[in-house]
Nanobody, 126 residues
Framework: QGQLVASGGGLVQAGGSLRLSCTAS????????MGWFRQAPGKERDFVAS????????DYADSVKGRFTVSRDNAANTMYLQMNSLSPADTAVYYC???????????????????WGQGTQVTVSS
């Protein structure tokens, strides 16, 4: 059974940085677009960023553009999310996910993703 494991969350002060990781095991990684989503209490799960299988195509939500950077290491079956200039509005559980369709370039729709990690909590204090 394939799985995604997200890690790297924690408590940080406003203006600080965190780096999230998402490691895949038991499933194909290097030919699938990967994504990050986040969900704050009482809110829907929102798209944060995605990266195509080669890393050549990256997409960001407007709210994180210029502050967050998504990357991947296919040799290590791992995706990363570098988060800088964090604000309390970034507080949420962050989930990584893999799209359902191989070689799909990118998507912001949660329904297009078939594998999900367990989530990692990011809390930004003011």
């Amino acid at each position: 059974q394939g799985q995604l494991v997200a890690s790297g969350g924690g408590l940080v002060q406003a203006g600080g940085s965190l780096r999230l990781s998402c490691t895949a095991s038991g499933l194909t990684f290097n030919s699938y677009t990967m994504g990050w989503f986040r969900q704050a209490p009482g809110k829907e799960r929102d798209f944060v960023a995605s990266i195509s299988w080669t890393g050549g195509n990256r997409d960001y939500a407007d709210s994180v553009k210029g502050r967050f950077t998504v990357s991947r290491d296919n040799a290590a079956n791992t995706m990363y999310l570098q988060m800088n200039s964090l604000s309390p509005a970034d507080t949420a559980v962050y989930y990584c996910a893999r799209v359902r369709l191989q070689f799909k370039l990118g998507s912001r729709a949660p329904a297009d993703y078939g594998y999900w990690g367990q989530g990692t909590q990011v809390t930004v204090s003011s």
